[in-house]
């Protein structure tokens, strides 16, 4: 059986309604709009929640069962030994890609320089495991948030000693990235952002945190990384305040300072501490040409924090496949990692596959729906006919940029208040939401 006390997870259909271990629709090799739905999902796992997280919360220690539990006391033991659990569970779900953090993977010494010797330790094994079972790295990242030294940022620290640090690390995570072959490289600013801004100079601050980046980018260069550069929004958490706080924000920043080498990273939990739906963020993104890659997640909408669960809202899978379906795909090298963890209830070694399971099905199921909605090009027709009167007349020289303040006036000096009326129709929005429930039901019925 292995390390996992667990077969290899199949496709088993929807003989059975229960949500067990086997998948009722994701199908890896089913060709959906053009490519198999591994290649429109592209899913990888999160070694940080799945192999680290104890299910620990604020009022209480963790409840996770492991098969590592209790059997290495050394530090290092423990990490090289989880690389073995990590890639037969990869394996054994069938996903084609994980994600990582340095500081998920192997512990941290006194100085930099020993940290980086277990690091490597740590990254061989990896390498040797990808290399026999390939898998690759969807993307990896560097923690600049754990640690206490972190307390105030890292490239928008008011400390240069912090700010060194933090460079000198993230230069050899692109150094492991480049040695794994890594698609993308992530930046998640879990600190870099401000508690109070009395004490805050903003604008010194981001501009640090834009030198940061273009150093990044250049020795990524430098070494012939060929990866693409990821920010990840988030609102809040655990700053007040962070400079990444939204899509169009990050979006913001990016032109600002001129950086344009690097996409987005999305999170549905993300979204909604920002205020924001999934798709939202997701169409923000992909309009401005920004979509780079998505984390696969949902929160609790009446909780008002990053809770990480598994993603099994099929309204909101649906939603997110639309947006990716009608871009042509997550990004240009992006996929759909699982930055989710199980509940504190729910604890046995197999939650880790029946989670997992869940959220591969739920985007599976979301892909099909989405995909039906595209062939009856339901959401096109209904936003086409809505926006027809910039087809002709008055609206076609808005569209064509020939209107003027003046024309536009003329046009609309004597037009009576009932004819302005008259040119609006309703949105039938109750309609709309039921038939996109329609649909949900139609095509699973049939799948």
Not at 110 to 129: H, P
Request: net charge negative; proline share 3%; hydrophobic share 40%.
């Amino acid at each position: 059986m292995g390390l996992w006390d667990i077969d290899k997870i199949e496709y088993v259909g929807r003989d059975n309604i229960e949500q067990g271990l086997g998948f009722r629709y994701y199908d890896a090799d089913k060709v959906v709009a053009g490519k198999k739905m591994k290649d429109w999902l592209r899913f990888g796992v999160a070694y940080w929640h799945t192999f680290d997280a104890e299910l620990v919360d604020p009022f209480g220690v963790g409840t996770a069962h492991r098969p590592w539990a209790g059997k290495y006391s050394d530090p290092m033991d423990l990490a090289l030994a989880k690389v073995d659990y990590a890639f037969e569970f990869f394996t054994k779900l069938g996903v084609e890609y994980f994600c990582f953090h340095d500081r998920d993977i192997a512990p941290e010494g006194d100085t930099l320089r020993e940290t980086n010797a277990m690091l490597d330790k740590v990254v061989d094994k990896i390498e040797e495991n990808m290399k026999a079972t390939g898998v690759k790295l969807l993307w990896n990242t560097s923690s600049l948030f754990t640690n206490p030294r972190f307390v105030s940022g890292a490239s928008t620290s008011p400390y240069a000693d912090i700010y060194a640090y933090s460079a000198g690390q993230l230069k050899h995570s692109l150094e492991i990235a480049k040695r794994l072959g890594a698609e993308n490289y992530v930046f998640w600013g879990g600190r870099e952002g401000y508690e109070n801004i009395w004490n805050t100079q903003m604008k010194r601050e981001q501009e640090h945190m834009a030198k940061f980046f273009s150093m990044c980018h250049d020795y990524a260069k430098e070494i012939g990384l060929d990866a693409q550069f990821l920010i990840e929004p988030k609102a809040k958490e655990p700053t007040t305040h962070q400079y990444d706080f939204d899509a169009a924000t990050a979006i913001a920043f990016l032109k600002t300072y001129g950086i344009d080498f690097m996409k987005l990273n999305l999170e549905g939990n993300h979204a909604n501490l920002a205020g924001h739906t999934y798709q939202h963020e997701i169409r923000t993104a992909r309009e401005a040409g920004y979509l780079g890659s998505l984390d696969a997640n949902q929160g609790d909408k009446l909780l008002g924090w990053d809770l990480d669960e598994f993603p099994t809202d099929l309204y909101e899978t649906v939603a997110v496949m639309w947006e990716v379906l009608d871009e042509g795909s997550i990004g240009p090298k992006g996929g759909l990692n699982f930055d989710a963890k199980p509940r504190r209830t729910s604890f046995y070694e197999e939650d880790l596959f029946r989670a997992h399971i869940a959220g591969m099905d739920a985007f599976a199921a979301g892909l099909l729906i989405a995909d039906k909605m595209h062939q009856d090009k339901f959401i096109e027709n209904l936003q086409a006919e809505r926006y027809s009167s910039y087809d002709s007349g008055i609206g076609a020289t808005i569209e064509n940029g020939t209107a003027t303040l003046a024309t536009l006036e003329e046009y609309a000096l004597d037009k009576p208040q009932a004819e302005l009326i008259a040119a609006t129709k309703s949105d039938h929005l109750e309609c709309v939401k039921g038939t996109i429930g329609n649909y949900m039901i139609e095509t699973l019925a049939k799948a």
